[in-house]
């Protein structure tokens, strides 16, 4: 197999057992680990310094932040984003990404193109500051509306370079899609994908045990433009540690990483 290009990652809420006591601990196992790269889901108190100069001490790259938004106004969500941009400007980001957007159990057009202007306007906010804004995807968005998955009505919309499409491949996978599928169509648009894998019976599991089909991914991964393969785990069977450890031996075993 060809050396990969892509950097392999972590987003924080994996670890989230581990962050909310010792963060800047966490972030040196991860580093001791192998990892190339690391998202965040919140900062825990440190200042935007502070954690420069610790991912620049750890050799970590820090490509993106997790930064959710207060749908209950556009103002709000403007208050809130500003102070998130002005930290992510600081600790040099390139990515901030909204991980969720609220939709009812079984939504309308109404309750799809609601969400639109918000994710607008933050595109906006993050675009001004000179870096890119994208969207994570669970499996809800996979729901149809209108005879189109709400996730395809969204990229549509949006243009492309106002907003990525950071496709979590296992939620794919539990909304019923292929992920190489949605990966080829908005190729392009997707430099960071989440690797997280389910079992038979749609259960999480440790990456490599379950019915995900990462590897149609990877050979299609440089054609695409993904830059991050970012791991994410929020069951495990024995502790998020070792499950983060297991992560990157499944990379490791595929060639897909040195060292």
Same mark, same amino acid.
């Given at each position: ?89 600081? &600790? ?148 998020? &540690? ?13 060639? &897909?990483?040195?060292?």
């Amino acid at each position: 197999m060809t050396e990969a290009a892509q950097q392999i990652g972590i987003q924080m809420y994996t670890l989230r057992d581990q962050t909310e006591h010792d963060f800047l601990g966490t972030l040196a196992k991860v580093a001791e680990m192998g990892y190339q790269a690391v998202e965040f889901a919140g900062y825990f108190g440190v200042s935007a310094a502070e954690l420069r100069r610790k991912l620049d001490e750890l050799g970590l790259a820090a490509p993106s932040a997790h930064v959710g938004l207060d749908f209950s106004s556009l103002d709000k969500m403007e208050q809130a984003l500003a102070k998130e941009i002005e930290y992510a400007v600081e &600790l040099g980001l390139q990515y901030i990404i909204t991980p969720s957007a609220p939709l009812p159990p079984n939504p309308t057009m109404e309750d799809v193109t609601r969400v639109i202007p918000f994710l607008e306007k933050a595109s906006e906010m993050v675009r001004a500051a000179g870096m890119q804004y994208g969207y994570h995807n669970h499996d809800y968005e996979f729901a149809e509306v209108d005879g189109k998955a709400v996730i395809d009505i969204w990229l549509e919309q949006i243009p492309a370079e106002h907003m990525l499409a950071e496709f979590d491949l296992g939620w794919v996978y539990r909304g019923g899609a292929r992920p190489v599928d949605y990966v080829s169509r908005y190729a392009g648009r997707v430099q960071l994908v989440h690797i997280k894998d389910f079992g038979a019976d749609h259960e999480e599991t440790d990456l490599g045990k379950g019915q995900v089909d990462f590897q149609s991914v990877f050979e299609i991964a440089e054609q695409s433009g993904i830059l991050y393969y970012i791991v994410e785990q929020e069951a495990y069977e024995v502790s998020s &540690l070792a499950s983060a450890k297991l992560a990157l031996d499944y990379f490791r075993g595929l060639g &897909l990483m040195k060292g």
